[in-house]
């Protein structure tokens, strides 16, 4: 499973229960750039898409959001 938001606050909501040694993953497009495999399932989440880390309310993050959930599927 994985899990993107565009905020920290939706992540651990969404992530609370997520066994990340299942390979789960959950990140935030606002910390992206600093995910952890033990907080996260993965290391760099902007290394998932290549992409830089765009500011909270732009609208390259909601589509960043969508880039990394459509990647996963």
């Known amino acids: 499973m994985v899990v993107v938001t565009a905020t920290d606050k ?3 909501q969404f992530g609370n229960d997520l066994d990340f040694s299942k390979c789960h ?3 935030s497009s606002q910390i992206a750039d600093k995910c ?3 907080k ?3 290391e760099d989440g902007l290394d998932f898409r290549g992409q830089p880390l765009f500011d909270m309310y732009s609208e390259e993050l909601a ?3 969508l880039d990394e959930d ?3 599927l």
């Open 25 to 27: 993953v959950c990140f």
């Open 10 to 12: 939706l992540c651990k």
């Open 70 to 72: 459509i990647e996963s």
């Open 40 to 42: 996260n399932g993965i």
């Open 63 to 65: 589509l960043f959001v």
């Open 36 to 38: 952890t495999m033990e």
